[in-house]
């Protein structure tokens, strides 16, 4: 059963994951403000991603390359001629519409008639220095991979790595999307986490159809249900300018399948194309035959702000705990914002005191909230609606036998734990 978008965005709101940004002005069509759980969570979702195709690997680097880049790399990516979509406008309301997001040739506003559609572009254009004109003009970024490509003889100069290798690269990407919508699945200003991985060109349908399964299986790793993922290749009328083939990882959102990350084989589009525009050799010298040549690219494209509403929209569950409505968010721990809740079962000062002394022996460990208002149910209930795994409960009995009680968020187990031993118990149950 789909849950309500509604409650996931209200959820975001009410609880500082994310909001509508420049709220207090009537806000910016597209764009999104990261509150006090979501700045975390998208930290967590990009460090997780970070640990898998970096820290884990010896093929991977990484990179923060400039979001504002020499206009050239786009005109010699493609992106100045072929980064468009098809814009209608509707003759009567003028309304706006991206006409391949139509179901029939009327606006879905007032019904009235649309004008044929035209090409436009998604990249922002700014200017640097002073002077605004032509010689002034750049782009702000839409895709953090051409960061790499411009990168990409430097990087293998100063890494001595070998085909095959990657390079990874997460940061703000911006799109003058015609239509943003669904809240942050579609927005102006994101976040991507892009690899380029550079292989010999008769490595590549392999390297490709392994990373479509790897991505595939990081998902799932953290927790996504099987039910909620598919893979679905692109029809060659779909492929991208410099695609010889990509498989999206779709996720099942409220509203129906869509896209969580594209895999594509870029081929050798990228690295030719910089070298014939730059006029900078970007080939690969062999180490054996000493044989120059282009690698092929194979690329793993995921959205960081998409896949935090993705994972938000896995989690979200709704049980009847003693006779009680109550929302669970069952992220994955090492993606919840908060992994521990402090909670003295009463604002007595006595009790504040030893829970202040629990926050502070586990602050330096872990990303740790505190909270005393209120009944200890209503605490707990606070804590599963925004992912909190594991509470820690500081009672009467805790100033007698120094010992308080860890409860395990979707079990609601509860264990008695020493004081002194809480650290340790708490790594215990994160890291399993
Ligand atoms: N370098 C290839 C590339 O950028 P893409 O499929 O256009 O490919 C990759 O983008 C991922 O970036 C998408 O799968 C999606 O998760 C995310 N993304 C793209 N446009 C977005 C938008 N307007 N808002 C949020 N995320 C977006």
Same mark, same amino acid.
């Given at each position: ?67 504002l880049l020499n206009p050239e790399v786009w005109r010699a990516s493609g992106h100045l001629e072929n980064f468009t979509d ?33 090409q436009f572009n998604l990249m922002f254009k700014t ?7 032509d010689?002034?003009v750049v782009y702000l970024r839409p895709e953090?991979a051409q960061?790499?490509?411009v ?23 911006f799109r003058n ?63 991208s300018h410099y ?26 589009f990228d690295?030719?194309r910089h070298?014939e525009f730059s006029? #900078? ?10 044989? #120059? ?140």
């Open positions: 059963m789909p849950i309500d978008f509604e409650k996931i965005t209200s959820l975001a709101k009410r609880r500082g994951f994310f909001f509508q940004g420049s709220e207090i002005y009537g806000g910016l069509n597209g764009t999104w403000d990261y509150g006090p759980l979501g700045v975390e969570l998208l930290k967590n979702v990009k460090q997780a991603w970070w640990r898998a195709m970096v820290q884990m690997r010896d093929d991977i680097v990484g990179v923060d390359s400039a979001i098809p814009l209608v406008d509707c003759k009567e309301c003028k309304m706006r519409w991206r006409a391949d997001h139509l179901e029939g040739d009327r606006c879905p506003n007032c019904g009235g008639e649309l004008t044929e559609p035209r200017f640097v220095g002073p002077v605004e004109g010689a002034a953090t960061g790499i490509f990168d990409f003889k430097a990087i293998q100069g100063m890494t001595r790595k070998r085909l095959p290798f990657g390079i990874a690269q997460q940061g703000k990407s999307e015609i239509s943003p919508g669904n809240s942050i699945f579609r927005s102006r200003e994101f976040e991507q986490m892009e690899c380029e991985y550079f292989v010999r060109p008769e490595q590549a349908e392999l390297a490709y159809r392994s990373w479509v399964l790897e991505r595939y299986n990081w998902y799932l790793s953290l927790g996504m249900k099987p039910e909620s993922l598919r893979l679905r290749e692109h029809e060659q009328s779909e492929l695609s010889a083939g990509t498989t999206d990882v779709e996720f099942l959102y409220p509203w129906g399948w869509g896209e969580l990350e594209g895999i594509a084989n870029r081929t050798d690295l030719r070298s006029g #900078k050799d970007l080939s690969y010298v062999d180490e054996t035959t000493s044989e #120059k040549s282009y690698p092929y690219v194979i690329e793993p494209a995921a959205g960081a702000t998409r896949s935090a509403l993705a994972f938000m929209c896995d989690a979200y569950d709704e049980a009847v705990v003693n006779g009680e409505q109550r929302t669970f968010l069952r992220l994955h721990k090492s993606l919840a914002p908060y992994k521990v809740a402090v909670l003295p079962l009463s604002k007595k000062e006595n009790l504040s005191a030893v829970a202040r002394q629990v926050e502070k022996s586990l602050r330096p460990h872990f990303m740790i909230t505190y909270d005393e208002t209120q009944s200890i149910g209503k605490r707990y209930a606070r804590q599963d609606e925004i992912g909190t795994p594991y509470c820690v409960t500081v009672d009467f009995d805790s100033l007698e036998d120094h010992a308080v009680t860890i409860r395990e968020r979707d079990s609601m187990a509860q264990e008695r734990v020493p004081i002194a031993e809480l650290v340790p118990a708490l790594r215990e149950k994160l890291e399993d």
